[in-house]
């Protein structure tokens, strides 16, 4: 039990360094970001929490629960960039606590020690997995939904059939698989069947299938339901258009949107998991190991390599491709190479995992040198940074975990030569949000600047946007009454409900508008869309940079 604590301990430092304690150093991101920062915002400033807006319009184009979770963060700690991400953030560090008390095998390289701990540490320190626990989407939340129905499903296959903790452990299942229902749709049907299915005939419990399904899509449902039916009643078409628009055809459509080849999540899932991708010859022993299996262990992989293969080949057959939409396989990734690490390294063997150690610290080492050159050199001959504040936080962590890579190296416990490795990118990925360079936070998180012009005309101020800053403009300035400009991006849907199409103005309705209210007209645009429009509106009064290469405020 000591032992389990000071696991507990070391993940949960690792939480806090990563997930937590960066989370208000970056400001938001377009477009993900600032969309749900600015639909939590307004479902609190309306008391509508039941129908989803977007600058004031109906916007449909997922369900609730993701957005009262940043609402409920909101409420409790304000309008700010930590509780805009703190969702994403606790998810994955909930992800990282179930790992701990799903992986209960001994490690063989000491067996003093549970791989739990080894797992969970994979998983907080896999590349994607920081990204986007950081990150203000719904995909953290929908893995974590997910992941604790795969995980209560897994333990009711272990309990006896048709017993009390059977049932309990189906109604957990269920209720968590309508929590990731309510979050991002269907899909939340479909990953839990797709594993669960083979699972059970490769385990030679074929018969299973029906008898333990009914119980769990029957909670999943009375979860899902009071809010399926409200929505139904306030907004009778929100079925009908996120069912096809969200699913069928970004499914099947050979327009969908973020099309990518079939190849695409394979491709990717090397960079998505570094470090641990440096380690393939390590994992491809371990994995071809013909050791006796532990207690539970085959059972375990069988179920985890289910929870991998299916869901990766069904998102691999979607036509649109985004790399979040793998992230539930992720704690499957942390249990396998946990698992395959540790029968590599109890062999004895070090020269395949050291050499991943050097392939480590040659991939950081190259990072450690770029950030002063990038500095000096510059991005399009402007310097990357403002001061050398950045740069000099960026190279220390760097530093820190190349020390911690060479300490893995010259381990030779094989045990502690997988925790020093885990530990190894914690420095780096504490300190990324604070790296990113002047121009993409120009380009991608506005919103202070716009909220920062916009106070100089005043609240009164007419506010015209193009279609792909909206959101920033809204969340920037709090406000959800912004005129869309030759253009409605994603909010096409709400523009065209009866009533909304004053919102979408032309140049020539524009014009009006800066002629009919003189000095209290602001238009907000990309600058590649300014110069595409700048023979389309008059000669502005005052303008705006936040960077050469970002983004235009106009006043007129």
Not at 101 to 106: A, H, P, R, W
Not at 352 to 361: D, K, R
Request: hydrophobic share 50%.
């Amino acid at each position: 039990m000591r032992l389990f604590k000071q696991g507990t301990l070391l993940v949960g430092l690792v939480f806090v360094l990563v997930y937590i304690l960066p989370l208000g150093v970056r400001p938001l991101f377009i477009p993900d970001e600032v969309r749900y920062a600015e639909i939590a915002r307004e479902m609190i400033t309306r008391g509508d929490w039941v129908v989803p807006h977007l600058n004031g319009l109906l916007y449909f184009e997922k369900p609730i629960f993701g957005y009262w979770a940043h609402a409920v963060s909101l409420l409790l700690f304000g309008e700010n960039n930590f509780a805009v991400r703190l969702p994403s953030a606790l998810s994955s560090g909930l992800m990282a606590l179930l790992l701990l008390y799903f992986t209960n095998l001994k490690s063989r390289t000491n067996p003093q020690q549970s791989l739990a701990t080894l797992a969970s540490l994979i998983f907080l320190s896999c590349l994607a997995v920081a990204g986007i626990g950081t990150f203000t989407v719904l995909d953290s939340i929908l893995s974590l939904a997910l992941t604790a129905t795969l995980m209560a499903f897994f333990q009711a296959t272990k309990a006896v059939k048709s017993s009390r903790q059977e049932r309990i452990w189906l109604i957990v299942a269920g209720a968590c698989c309508g929590v990731a229902l309510l979050t991002k749709g269907f899909l939340a049907l479909a990953v839990p069947v797709i594993v669960i299915v083979p699972y059970l005939f490769w385990q030679g419990r074929w018969k299973d299938i029906l008898r333990m399904s009914w119980l769990p899509i029957l909670c999943a449902i009375l979860v899902a339901l009071p809010w399926s039916i409200m929505v139904h009643l306030r907004a009778p078409d929100f079925w009908n258009f996120f069912f096809w628009h969200e699913h069928v055809k970004r499914f099947f459509s050979e327009n969908a949107q973020h099309g990518r080849p079939v190849w695409f999540f394979v491709a990717l899932l090397p960079l998505m998991t570094i470090p641990w991708s440096f380690q393939l010859g390590s994992f491809w022993t371990g994995a071809r190991s013909k050791m006796e299996k532990q207690q539970g262990e085959q059972e375990l992989m069988r179920f985890v390599l289910c929870w991998l293969v299916f869901p990766l080949l069904f998102f691999s057959a979607s036509k649109g491709k985004l790399m979040t939409y793998i992230l539930p396989c992720f704690p499957a990734i942390a249990i396998i190479l946990s698992v395959w690490l540790d029968r590599y390294l109890v062999q004895g063997n070090r020269k395949s995992f050291n050499v991943g150690v050097i392939v480590g610290m040659v991939f950081f080492g190259l990072m450690f040198l770029a950030l002063p050159i990038v500095q000096i050199v510059g991005i399009k001959s402007v310097a990357a940074y403002s001061s050398w504040f950045p740069v000099l936080v960026g190279m220390s962590a760097l530093l820190l975990t190349l020390v911690f890579f060479l300490f893995s190296y010259r381990s030779t416990n094989g045990w502690t030569k997988l925790i020093l490795y885990a530990l190894a990118p914690i420095p780096f990925l504490t300190a990324a949000p604070g790296l990113m360079p002047d121009v993409t936070l120009a380009k991608k998180a506005p919103s202070a600047f716009f909220a920062e012009v916009a106070q100089s005309i005043g609240p009164d101020a007419y506010v015209m946007s193009a279609g792909n800053l909206v959101r920033a403009v809204n969340w920037g300035l709090k406000r959800d009454d912004i005129y869309l400009l030759n253009g409605t991006g994603e909010l096409s849907y709400g523009i065209e409900q009866p009533g909304e199409d004053n919102r979408l103005l032309t140049f020539e309705q524009a014009n009006q508008m800066i002629k009919d209210h003189p000095g209290k007209v602001l238009v907000f645009s990309k600058q590649r869309d300014y110069k595409k429009w700048k023979e389309e509106l008059p000669p502005a009064k005052n303008m705006f940079q936040n960077h050469e290469q970002g983004v235009t405020a106009l006043q007129f």
